[in-house]
């Protein structure tokens, strides 16, 4: 009667814990290091989205767990971030933040059946060389957003000298290139194409060398700590520069690095999600607890999203009933209605343009 009773007390105690099982599910980018704004940029965007699914009665019935990765943006660490999750039983991982860290990371989730969607990577490699089903990404591509930009800068700076630089990473070169190439495409021949080290502090020599060289606009492939580094030193040295980036500048961090030199700066990044309908309540919670809303916040909350309803369309959260209604479903998310193409693409609109003035970026006509 003994051995019976404990078994009874065992088999209850394994279906109450089989009734409150979670289900575990992480975020990972910079969380340190000087790309650290970015990094709690998707850490509150990853906690908004598990407290508001889990609000709503969670995956399938069960709740979700967060855990948080931290790369630094550095492509061996994020690989030992992937190995981390794999062992904690992560099922979803929404990661990484720099391509140079997606794109190792990808390879150990696709071996892991972990499925990783990338709210800010956009590198073109990391989805046209996907190592398998499981990768995709909600943000755009730098050949889109390099299209957008090197067109803009023929047809407003016709004329004008333009130099381009990058900090040698997959994003910064990938998307200099990329904007340089339109630009050609265009009729427009750059003036100078060099590169400089992440995480330099003095631009002296590149600022007295455009001065030299009579450069007027410079086009940065880099993060927004190494661009207003240059914005502020272009200013202190006495060169009138406008300084044109992409979407590693939507972080306030930006003017704090370079005050009212970063008056004008202009940078491409997607239409802001912040005014899209169904994204008022979850600004309007995040705002109110206050809490940022910029740049990639709205981006990881919408990865969470989509998987969440992808596995629970699936009625699982196995790695290939996930990525069959991923593959194939539309889904309602903070960005707006999306689905991924063949290659793990989004379809949402492309890039437009933004000024940074008084502090604060807003989208230009």
Known sequence: MKKILLASAAMSLMMANSAWADITVAVAGPMTGQYASFGEQMKTGAEQAVADINAAGGVNGEMLKL?????????????????????KGVVFMAGHFC?????????????????????????????????GPGTYRVCGRDDQQGEVAGQYLKKNYDGKK????????????GLADATMAAYEIAGGKPALYEAYTAGEKDYTALISKLKAEGISVLYVGGYHTEAGL?????????????????????????????????EGTLMTFSPDPRKNSEAVDVV?????AGKTTEGYVLYTYAAMQAWADAANAAGSTDFDKVNEKLASGD????????????????????????????????QIN
């Open 162 to 173: 333009v130099a381009f630089v990058h900090d040698k990473t997959a994003y910064g070169k």
């Open 284 to 288: 309007k919670a995040l705002e109110g």
């Open 99 to 131: 391509s140079g860290s997606s794109i190792p990371a990808s390879a150990v989730y696709a071996e892991e059946g972990i499925v990783q969607i990338s709210p800010a990577s956009t590198n073109p490699k990391y989805t046209d060389e996907r190592p």
């Open 230 to 262: 240059m914005a502020r030193q272009a200013k202190e040295q006495g060169l009138d520069l406008q300084l044109v980036s992409g979407d590693a500048l939507v972080t306030d961090e930006y003017w704090a690095i370079t005050g009212d030199a970063g």
């Open 331 to 362: 889904f309602d998310t903070v960005l707006g209605n999306l689905s991924f193409d063949d290659k793990g693409d989004v379809t949402l609109p492309g890039y437009v343009f933004y000024r940074w003035a008084d502090g604060t970026y807003n």
């Open 67 to 87: 855990e948080i990765g931290d790369d630094a943006c550095d492509p061996k660490q994020a690989v030992a971030v992937a190995n981390q999750m794999a062992g």
